[in-house]
Each structure stands twice: as C-alpha cells, then as structure tokens.
C-alpha cells in the first residue's frame, strides 16, 4: 500500500490565484514571504493608525468648540477601531498582538513618519484632516483591492470613515480661510509644515522602493508609490487653490502634456532621519505608547481572567 501523499500547492500555482484576482484567506497555503510582507505592511498600518491619535488627541480639549471637539474625539475613536481591523487582520496570518505591539516598542516594525511631527496649532488639526488623510485615503482605496482577503475587507469601512475625515479637515481649513488675517496666515503656515511629510507618506519613488516590484506582482500592492503620489498632488493643489491656500514648492506646475502638477524634489534626507527615528517626534511618541500600554495592563489581564471564567463555565454546562 502506497502512502497518500498530498501535494503542497507550488508557488506557481498561487500566482495564478492572485492574477485570477482570487482573494487568498487565511487558511490558505501562502509562500512563507508572502506571510511576513503582509504582517510587516498591515502591522505598519495599524501602528500608524494608533500612533496617529497622538498628535489629534493633543487637541481634543482646545478644541475651539464643543461641536469641534465632539467631531475630533469621534475621528480619533475611528482611528482606534481602524487600529482594531488592522490587528485583527493581521492576527489571522498567525501572529499574537503581543507580538506586533512588541516589535512595536522595540522599534523593529515601523509606523507612517508623518505621525513623528508636532501638532502646534489648531490649524494642524485641519492639515492632518484634510492632507494626511487625504494622501491614506488615495493609497488605501487601491488596498481595498488588496490581494489578501481579511485586508481588503477591513479596508472598505476603514475608506469610507476616512472619506469623512478628510471631509471634516478640509472644513477647519475652510473656516480658517473665511476668518481673520490671524486665522488665514494659521492655516497657511500648516500647510507649509505638513505639505512635505504628506508626500513622504507614500514611501520611496518607485526605483528606490525595496518591495514594490514583488508587493505589485503579489497584488498586495495594487499601485505604484510615485502613481499614488501624483494623484494625491494633483487633487490637493486643486483643493488648496479653491479656499486661497498656497502649495508651499516653487516648482509646483501645471504640466499640459502630462495632465499633471509637476512637483519639487522631496527632502529624502530628511524622509531617513525620520523613518530611522530621528524625527521631531518619534521618542515621545514611542515612550507614550509605551506607557499607556503599561497602564493598561490590567484591563488586558482583566478580561482574560473574564474571558478564562466564561469559557469554563460553558464547558461545564457542556
Ligand atoms: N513612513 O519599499 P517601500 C493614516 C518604509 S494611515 C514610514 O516602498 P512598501 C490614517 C517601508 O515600510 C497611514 N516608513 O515599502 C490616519 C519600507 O521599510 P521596511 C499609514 C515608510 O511597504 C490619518 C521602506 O520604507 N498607511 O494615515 C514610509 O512596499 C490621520 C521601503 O519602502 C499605510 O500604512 C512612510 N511614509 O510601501 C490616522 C498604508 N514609506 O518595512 C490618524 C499601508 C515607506 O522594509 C490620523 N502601507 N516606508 O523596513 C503601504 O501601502 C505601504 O507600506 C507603503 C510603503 C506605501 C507605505
């Protein structure tokens, strides 16, 4: 009697699910790096999601009224639950939350640099509403169409809570531009501090991106950086005109030929600095995770215990 060998499905044969634009689900046979980009790309996600309350939260009590306060504090709870997607999902490719928030704190899995900037004004309020979630919006519609299926399906709410964010940001900023003089130079002066690190939220121009030629043929990634990058310039430009913004690059030009905005070099040095931790912001933004996670301890523990209790009792019952 001969052994029934069952074969492993090949790496061929998975490449042709993703150009069948199949969804591949956890239980699925998956190549070991296809696994660890996902729990690199989602886990980034998620952090970045979570960090980013940070530099919102700082305004929730000046906020300058109650109806702004009450719209803030609801965006930073959605930037909360998209944390919770994102974990979730990436939980399904056999890694512990623990262990995501670990590597985390150890600084070994990254977050989006713009979160390492300071939040100075009320106008950065607007800036990150209207720009930063302007630029995760234009990239996260692509990842609705993201080749893993627990991704793609938490993207869909998550787009559509960002849609109202951006909406939200670009108010402030449209308020600010119908106020005083103090008010437009406000707005102005975000503007001119978040413009840059918004472009750098998409990551290297394309020859210089270390995963995107794989990520792409994986259709983890369903555009490219600098595609992604232009699209976002083009709408912005447009969007700060209309309420008499300026775009803080000389360079900045309507090309006829191209159907685009030409832009001006991004500042890579400064791009480094940050990723590698050496922003405005990285240490307090880090050694404030660090310590609401300490604090929090208990809860956690908490309802483990709760949970340990519930499910013995079910048992018992059984
Ligand atoms: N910041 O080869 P690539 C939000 C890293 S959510 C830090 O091009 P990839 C909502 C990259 O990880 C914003 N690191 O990499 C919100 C890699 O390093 P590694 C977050 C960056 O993965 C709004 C290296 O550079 N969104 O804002 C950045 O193919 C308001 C080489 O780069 C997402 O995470 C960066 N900007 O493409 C919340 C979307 N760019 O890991 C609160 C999902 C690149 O090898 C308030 N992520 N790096 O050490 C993605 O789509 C991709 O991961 C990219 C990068 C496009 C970010």
Redesign the pocket.
């Known amino acids: 009697m001969t052994d029934n060998v069952v074969a492993l499905p090949s790496e061929e044969q998975f490449q042709a699910r993703i150009d069948a634009e199949e969804k591949i689900e956890p239980k699925d046979w998956m190549p070991e790096k296809y696994r660890q980009t996902l729990i690199?790309?989602i886990s980034?996600?998620a952090h970045?999601?979570v960090i980013?309350?940070q530099p919102?939260g700082n305004w929730i009590s000046r906020a300058p009224t109650l109806e702004r306060k009450a719209i803030l504090l609801a965006k930073v709870q959605d930037?909360a639950g998209?944390g919770l997607y994102l974990y979730s999902a990436a939980e399904t490719l056999g890694i512990t939350r623990e262990e995501l928030i670990d590597r985390l704190h150890k600084g070994t899995s990254?977050?989006?640099?713009?979160?390492n900037y300071p939040s100075i004004t009320w106008a950065d309020i607007g800036a990150?509403?209207w720009l930063?979630?302007s630029?995760?919006i234009v990239?996260?519609v692509s990842?609705q169409n993201t080749s893993y299926g627990p991704y793609a399906r938490a993207m869909v709410r998550i787009c559509k809570e960002?849609s109202f964010?951006q909406r939200q940001g670009y108010h402030i900023m449209m308020t600010l531009m119908e106020g005083s003089d103090e008010q437009k130079a406000m707005a102005q002066d975000s503007v001119n501090r978040w413009w840059w690190p918004a472009l750098?939220?998409?990551?290297?121009h394309d020859g210089e991106?270390?995963?995107?030629a794989q990520?792409m043929k994986w259709k983890i990634?369903r555009r490219a950086?600098d595609d992604l990058r232009q699209q976002f310039v083009d709408q912005a430009v447009q969007q700060a005109h209309a309420i008499g913004l300026e775009v803080p690059d000389p360079d900045l030009k309507w090309n006829e030929e191209r159907g685009h905005y030409d832009f001006g070099a991004i500042d890579w040095a400064e791009f480094e600095r940050v990723?590698s931790g050496n922003g405005p912001c990285n240490r307090q933004r880090l050694a404030h995770h660090v310590k609401a996670h300490e604090e929090g301890a208990w809860v956690r523990e908490a309802m483990a215990a709760y949970d340990a209790k519930r499910r013995a009792r079910k048992a018992n019952v059984a």
């Open positions: 690199r790309q980034q996600h970045s999601e980013g309350e919102e930037e998209h990254k977050y989006a640099s713009i979160f990150i509403g930063v979630d630029a995760a990239n996260q990842l960002e964010h750098m939220m998409f990551g290297p991106s270390a995963h995107s990520n990634k950086n990723v």
